[in-house]
């Protein structure tokens, strides 16, 4: 859990804390301060279905340590870029492959092949201690860049990874090799016969597409809600400075789900578990249609946060019991970039559907028709695990 909290925490939670300083050094606009930020988020998510392959051929141990030792690496190197592309670039390739290959796909490969009938409750887990280094990684390293700068600050964020990660990655991963465990449901022969699966075997199967069909509306439906959280309440009539404490509604949320929905789906048919999740947004997106007050709005953002928390989890449970943990890390891989693809269209067509319309009613709509789609199928097909020779 160590290891996505600071991977992900000094990739993403801490890119704030150089905004700043980028534009008064480098004398370039916010939006292009920003583009590091979006580049190396797509770079990550298109790299998922390598590091999903890696971590299926070779040993967690050393993927995750070359990937820490990559991202201490891209720090290092930008504390002594003298121009602004140099940043981009670091963004776009050593520091997005180190984070992709320390992130959260990583960890749930390596713990559903530990115990694959916890895949759940461990997935939430591991996404909860995500949330705890996005808050603990920017507190530890906002001193430093107020007291000493943003370049010393990211020789001390390359150290931090360096001496967290590194050492975690090689020592604690290795006991667990590339050989996978037995598959979930099933005898240790079935799990053999997934990791002979083709890629194209395994996107032909409806085992793979279900899942899909889950996760990109709820992470479509989270990108509209999240990113627009502020200006959804002021159209409400909510004023800006009650409006940003209604964003951490979404956060406790997330808290929520990513354990209680791992948890359930360890215990009870996840069909069950996703189909009301899937109902109860429908309907705080339904509240969101009116313009309702403060503690309604922070009920709804909060049942937003549920999905975005707990989708994974319930995601990785469907996969895990299907085909196994052995190709897990293959399957999440591919499944990636859609998500991330869906996270950065979703607030675009939302902010164009306000700019048009005058509201974000339209967006609720066709989020509430998503998620009420997605609820449906994938109650709809129960997933059986894979028979040997099926």
Partial sequence: MVIPAVGNGVFISCFPLWVVPWVGEFHVPRSTAMTGFAVGNLVMGLASPIVGNCLE??????????GGIALAAGFLLGSI????????????????????????????????????????????????????????????????VAALGWRSAFLITGAIVLFTIVPAAWFLLSGYDNSGTAVYG????????????????????????????????????????????????????????????????????????????????????????????????????LVLLDHVGPVPMALAFAMVGIVAGGVFPVVGVMVVRSFGPIVFARIMGIMMPPLIIAMAVAPVVAGWVRDSTGSYNAAFVYCAVLMLLSGMAVFAFKLEPLKPGG
Avoid at 186 to 196: F, P
């Fill in 57 to 66: 051929r070779f040993p967690a141990r050393w993927s995750v340590t070359l």
């Fill in 81 to 144: 870029a003298h121009s602004f592309w140099q940043i981009i670039a670091l963004y776009a390739s050593v520091l997005a492959l180190g984070a992709a290959f320390t992130g959260l796909l990583p960890a749930q490969s390596v713990a559903v092949r530990i115990l694959p009938h916890k895949a759940g409750t461990l997935s939430g887990v591991i996404t909860m201690g995500i949330s705890a280094g996005g808050i603990v990684m920017p507190v530890v390293l906002t001193g430093p």
């Fill in 186 to 285: 099933a005898a240790t022969r079935v799990g053999e016969e997934t990791a002979r699966l083709t890629t194209r075997e395994i996107v032909g199967r409806l085992a793979f597409w279900v899942p899909l069909m889950g996760v990109v509306p709820a992470m479509f439906v989270v990108g509209t809600v999240l990113t627009n959280a502020v200006a959804i309440a002021a159209d409400s009539g909510i004023t800006i400075g009650v409006a940003g404490y209604l964003v951490p509604a979404i956060a406790a949320g997330g808290m929520i789900g990513s354990i209680g929905l791992g948890w359930l789906c360890d215990r009870m048919d996840y069909r069950w578990v996703f189909g009301v999740t899937a109902a109860a947004t429908v309907s705080a997106l």
